[in-house]
T-cell receptor, first 110, second 117 residues
Framework: GQNIDQPTEMTATEGAIVQINCTYQTSGFNGLFWYQQHAGEAPTFLSYNVLDGLEEKGRFSSFLSRSKGYSYLLLKELQMKDSASYLCAAPYSSASKIIFGSGTRLSIRP | GAVVSQHPSRVICKSGTSVKIECRSLDFQATTMFWYRQFPKQSLMLMATSNEGSKATYEQGVEKDKFLINHASLTLSTLTVTSAHPEDSSFYIC?????????????FGPGTRLTVL
């Protein structure tokens, strides 16, 4: 079956670094997505990892270990606007469906 | 590029009425569109997958006669919530997958907030 686990909530301080972890179990592997979702808005794409290792995009980086079924999203130099839910998601089936984790609600405090 | 629009953004209706939500890919052809539902503080739950010109595939537990999906063209899919009830109140989000796109990346619409009184 398909299963994605991530922490429900996290809190961090403005200017700091936070790591959001995600573990997944999928039948077959077709990459792993991270999305950001602000309250009342649709998700926006952050990253897509297919190969092991760290991919950096400005303040955001995403890491993948396929052997461990593990990924994390690293946010640096946190800003208040980074307060949002972060969704880990994995494609599955030949129909290109995506299954989403429950999301991690990140709160940034001054 | 890769913009997806939804209309309306918000709708309030009376119980028992039907509501149609449109999802359009504005600058690309979407071979597949997906409809999700999201309840407060929960993640996105896939309702159905729709391919242009064919019947939608519904996820387990989603009533196909209640949530009618029409994918008439490569840029438009519609979701009709028939005989809506208060428990159908939710945030409905569509996404579209472009042919030859990055992996299985989906581009999301801005969502439609449905409130059934």
């Amino acid at each position: 079956g398909q299963n994605i686990d991530q922490p429900t909530e996290m809190t961090a301080t403005e200017g700091a670094i936070v790591q959001i972890n995600c573990t997944y179990q999928t039948s077959g592997f077709n990459g792993l997505f991270w999305y950001q979702q602000h309250a009342g808005e649709a998700p926006t794409f952050l990253s897509y990892n297919v190969l092991d290792g760290l991919e950096e995009k400005g303040r955001f980086s995403s890491f993948l270990s396929r052997s461990k079924g593990y990924s994390y999203l690293l946010l640096k130099e946190l800003q208040m606007k980074d307060s949002a839910s972060y969704l880990c998601a994995a494609p599955y089936s030949s129909a290109s469906k995506i299954i989403f984790g429950s999301g991690t609600r990140l709160s940034i405090r001054p | 590029g890769a913009v997806v629009s939804q209309h309306p953004s918000r709708v309030i209706c009376k119980s028992g009425t039907s509501v149609k939500i449109e999802c359009r890919s504005l600058d690309f052809q979407a071979t597949t569109m997906f409809w999700y539902r999201q309840f407060p503080k929960q993640s996105l739950m896939l309702m159905a997958t729709s391919n242009e010109g064919s019947k939608a595939t519904y996820e387990q537990g989603v009533e196909k006669d209640k949530f009618l999906i029409n994918h008439a063209s490569l840029t438009l899919s519609t979701l009709t919530v028939t005989s809506a009830h208060p428990e159908d109140s939710s945030f409905y989000i569509c996404s579209a997958r472009a042919a030859g796109g990055l992996g299985n990346e989906q581009f999301f619409g801005p969502g439609t907030r449905l409130t059934v009184l």
